[in-house]
């Protein structure tokens, strides 16, 4: 069988990074200015376009492109878990679990599951009011953190000091959006509503989000380029 040679695929973290970003600006930009025109202008939806392309809005095109990004940053993280394995490095589990996060929150966001799930839970813990709602968030948002400590704390200081500081940059921008400008958000619809002030908030929330993660995307494809120099993948049938 002929071989056919293959010219190896050059991926450098910072470009990757800046193509992502520039379209995560583009997607926030067009938002942005689609919630000015409902609000300046009384369109509320100029024929779908509006719900398309709200970052708050659910099964859209920020949707997608916040799954996509959530998924890419989990297959990069598995890459990295099997060259742990691979190589006998420590943390391979630490890696699969931090893979498995992200691919929860990739179907989080395209299935709009804690939307979904957030009635239910209410009932089944006997939230009725506003005020324990909102208690309740504060402390899902301490335990998410606190459990990120817990089970990362020692993993981040065996990493190397540019890669450490990185990932929690990302992680302090992540949680700055899905907790911190959520409870914002919570707290200034319940008094004045949806209005565009309460959209502005929820695009900082969504473009805090999508920065962390693009963030870390480029923080772990850096670790992989300067731990492992070069990664090959092989297709065969014959064992190795």
Same mark, same amino acid.
């Given at each position: #069988?002929?071989? %056919? ?9 910072? +470009? ?8 995560? &600006? ?20 100029? #024929? ?25 940053? +989990? ?12 190589? !006998? ?10 893979? +498995? !996060? ?27 009011? &506003? ?17 990120? %400590? ?16 990185? &990932?929690?940059? +990302? ?5 700055? !959006? ?5 409870? =914002?958000? #919570? ?12 959209? #502005? ?15 870390? %995307?480029?923080? =772990?494809?850096?670790? %992989? ?16």
């Amino acid at each position: #069988m002929r071989r %056919i040679h293959i010219t190896p695929i050059l991926l450098k973290p910072s +470009a990757v990074a800046r193509a992502l970003a520039a379209f995560a &600006f583009l997607v926030v930009l067009v938002s942005t200015v689609g919630q000015l025109i409902k609000f300046l202008t009384g369109h509320d939806e100029l #024929m779908g376009l509006l719900s398309l392309t709200f970052v708050d809005d659910e099964n859209n095109i920020p949707t997608l492109f916040s799954v996509l990004l959530l998924a890419l940053a +989990a297959l990069c993280v598995a890459l990295v878990a099997v060259l742990a394995k691979k190589h !006998g490095a420590p943390d391979v589990w630490r890696w699969a679990l931090l893979s +498995a !996060g992200f691919l929860y929150l990739a179907f989080d966001d395209g299935l709009s599951l804690h939307e979904r799930l957030r009635v239910p839970i209410r009932a089944l813990l006997g939230i009725s009011s &506003f005020s324990t709602s909102y208690s309740y968030w504060i402390l899902r948002g301490l335990a998410v953190v606190l459990f990120l %400590i817990a089970v990362f704390g020692k993993f981040l200081r065996r990493l190397p000091a540019k890669t450490r500081y990185t &990932f929690l940059l +990302a992680a302090l921008l992540y949680l700055g !959006g899905a907790v911190g400008f959520d409870l =914002i958000g #919570m707290a200034y619809s319940r008094v004045h509503g949806g209005n565009l002030m309460y959209s #502005m908030i929820a695009t900082v929330e969504e473009s805090l989000e999508m920065a962390g993660v693009i963030l870390f %995307i480029y923080a =772990i494809l850096a670790y %992989i380029a300067e731990t492992y120099q070069e990664v090959r993948l092989r297709v065969s049938d014959t064992p190795v």
